[in-house]
């Protein structure tokens, strides 16, 4: 869907990591996936991270230089995953209801 583009090429970044954060319907997941991914990222010589929604599911790509520098920004796409989540519930999720486990 949307990625976030460094200076340093994603080859050059040693350190990966992928979730996959489910959803109850594709809308959804590309709802988060487009409000991710205009966030800029401060350091993009350190780090680079893509948004992708595949099907229900939300793929976020993350490489970096160090696992400090992913962990930090994995904290932070959480925190704002978070939000959506908030959001996507009271706006367009099933009434009294927040994600079911399947």
Known sequence: MAGVSSQQSVEELPYKLTLKVPFETARQALIASQTLSPDPI???N???VTYDAEDTTLLLKFSGISDRVIRVA???VIDNLKTIVEC???FDGKKDVLFEEE
């Open 74 to 76: 994995i904290s932070n």
């Open 46 to 48: 350190e780090l680079d």
């Open 42 to 44: 401060l350091k993009g």
């Open 88 to 90: 996507i519930d009271e």
